[in-house]
């Protein structure tokens, strides 16, 4: 018989802790409750002696918000899968981070075929979790490479960027996109990756989204972070950086965490803070659309986010040592400009 998965609650209202305890039998999932907490800091701190496997929690905590605290646990391996619970319409501030497999998330009033179905998701991505590994424990040290997609390590890499001190498993050349499809074997670390790679997959199950952010990699010179979370936040600001109202506040509110604890996050994982990120992608845009474009200087400070012309003009002269029109005289191959 299989051993019960051991899952956690939290919840600061004790009645709402309860109920969300006692919604569904969580045994009929393969689950038995650990522990009810309520508070994020009792959470943390029971936890980090004793984990568990999965943990539901409600959005708004008095320390930190749910999210942070689950961010917080996945980052010290202290939970396997999470859910998020929310009285608040406005979910589509963490739907982002939903998306990419962060969290499950349902709205209060909990619907009781809602929570059987998120326990049954919870359950299945906790068997495929324990199957990926005890098929990586019993793997043979002289396993021939096997070219069918298959659970592992994929990275799609774009234009001739090459892996170092990492041990491929296959390859499969994709020449229309000039990319490579690439299982390693293990998890590329950061030192190995260059601009051009997309984020790792378990399985490549969706190529034009991997093909999308090795371009935005290459295009604006960043590589992914192998931290899930923060290359949530690198996605978003690549996909967003053109907007003009883009701030570390308004990333804080959308992966519903603090802005405290975003750049500190953020910084740690990457070696970059917030604001220094978003303005070497809105400039490496920039770059490409000066010698790219015959788009008027002050085109181009607006479609990378800048409204004020003159302060884009300081900003790339202060970072790149000459003004945006000198660049573009120096780097441009030819044809008409206009500034």
């Not at 905590?61 to 929310?86: D, N, P, T, Y």
């Not at 096997?146 to 170092?164: F, H, I, K, Q, V």
């Not at 690439?182 to 378990?202: A, D, K, M, W, Y």
């Amino acid at each position: 018989m299989q051993q019960k998965r051991r899952i956690a609650f939290v919840d600061d209202e004790p009645w709402v802790l309860i109920g969300i305890r006692d919604i569904i039998d969580w045994a009929d999932y393969g689950f038995e409750c650990a522990y009810t907490f309520q508070s994020a800091e009792e959470a943390l701190e029971t936890l980090s002696q004793d984990p568990v496997d999965a943990i539901v929690s409600d959005i708004r905590l008095v320390e930190m918000s749910g999210l942070e605290l689950v961010c917080q646990l996945k980052e010290r391996s202290l939970v396997r899968v999470a859910a998020i619970v929310s009285a608040y319409r406005d979910f589509n501030y963490a739907k982002q981070a939903i998306l990419q497999g962060v969290v499950y998330y349902l709205l209060k009033p909990l619907d009781r075929a809602e929570v059987r179905d998120m326990a049954e998701r919870m359950s299945q991505q906790l068997d495929e979790m324990d199957a990926l590994r005890e098929a990586q424990d019993s793997k043979p040290d002289d396993a021939s490479p096997d070219l069918s997609p298959r659970p592992g390590n994929w990275y799609l890499l774009l234009e001739g960027n090459a892996l170092t001190d990492v041990k491929i498993v296959s390859e499969h050349p994709m020449p229309k996109h000039h990319a490579v499809l690439v299982n390693t074997e293990q998890q590329v670390p950061l030192s190995s990756l260059h601009p051009g790679f997309s984020r790792r997959r378990e399985l490549p199950t969706d190529i034009q989204a991997m093909l999308h952010e090795a371009d935005l990699s290459r295009r604006l010179d960043f590589r992914f972070c192998t931290d899930e979370f923060a290359e949530n936040i690198q996605l978003y600001i690549a996909r967003h950086f053109s907007n003009p109202e883009l701030r570390i506040a308004n990333i804080a509110e959308e992966f519903y965490i603090s802005e405290v604890y975003l750049s500190e996050y953020f910084k740690k994982r990457t070696g970059m803070t917030i604001g220094n990120f978003l303005i070497h992608v809105r400039l490496k845009e920039a770059e490409w659309q000066l010698i790219n474009t015959i788009l008027p200087v002050s085109a181009i400070a607006e479609n990378v986010g800048y409204l004020d012309a003159g302060y884009f003009a300081r900003i790339f002269r202060k970072k790149k040592g000459e003004s945006p029109e000198r660049f573009r005289r120096l780097h441009k191959a030819g044809g008409q400009t206009y500034n």
